[in-house]
């Protein structure tokens, strides 16, 4: 799995949970980001994400 996509999905998850009022699309977005969230944990990859680079 790409770890980009998922950061970027999450973050995008994020940003229309911020402004959706209606409760079942809430709930949608919820469950999304829960999916992305899951599959980034599980990924095997374990190093930080894509274009963050670590101190040093």
Do not use: Q, Y
Not at 11 to 40: N, P
Request: aromatic share 2%; charged share 30%.
């Amino acid at each position: 799995m790409d770890r980009t996509v998922a950061d970027l999905n999450i973050a995008h998850f994020k940003r229309l949970l911020e402004a959706e009022t209606d409760a079942d699309k809430r709930d949608l977005l919820t469950r999304l980001l829960a999916l992305e969230e899951a599959k980034l944990a599980a990924s095997p990859d374990t190093g930080p994400p894509a274009g963050k680079a670590s101190g040093g």
